[in-house]
């Protein structure tokens, strides 16, 4: 399973961006998804997970009514949208995906990760 995560870059606060992440290596909409990000010096931690259809999502606190977790089963792709994009959000994100179906908030749930795709929120 391989996943490749792209469309990050710099904004300035307030801004947008939207992330991909594209699955190969077996049914993508078997399973769930998510975004993890781990910013410089900090632990890698939660974002945001869609179940495998897509019928319910989970975000962090820290993200709830600004980032928005999506998947186009058809296309074996995920996205996130990020919308007012603060300071803090800067980090390296990360898309995963679980060996099972069930989405969760915990990275230690998650066996297979992309690269990793660097967002940069500038004053």
């Known amino acids: 399973v391989q996943l490749q995560a792209s469309g990050g870059g710099s904004v300035q606060a307030g801004g947008s961006l939207n992330l991909s992440c594209a699955q190969s290596?077996?049914?993508?909409?078997?399973?769930?998804m998510a975004w993890f990000r781990q910013a410089p010096g900090k632990e890698r931690e939660f974002v945001a997970a869609?179940?495998?259809?897509?019928?319910?999502?989970y975000y962090s606190d820290s993200v709830k009514g600004r980032f928005t977790i999506s998947r186009d089963n058809a296309k074996n792709t995920g996205y996130l949208q990020m919308n007012s994009l603060k300071l803090e959000d800067t980090a390296r994100y990360y898309c995963?995906?679980?060996?099972?179906?069930?989405?969760?908030?915990?990275?230690?749930?998650?066996?297979?990760w992309g690269q990793g795709t660097l967002v940069t929120v500038s004053s």
């Open positions: 290596g077996r049914t993508f909409s078997f399973y769930a």
């Open positions: 995963a995906a679980p060996f099972y179906a069930r989405a969760t908030m915990d990275q230690y749930d998650y066996d297979y």
């Open positions: 869609v179940t495998w259809k897509g019928g319910a999502e």
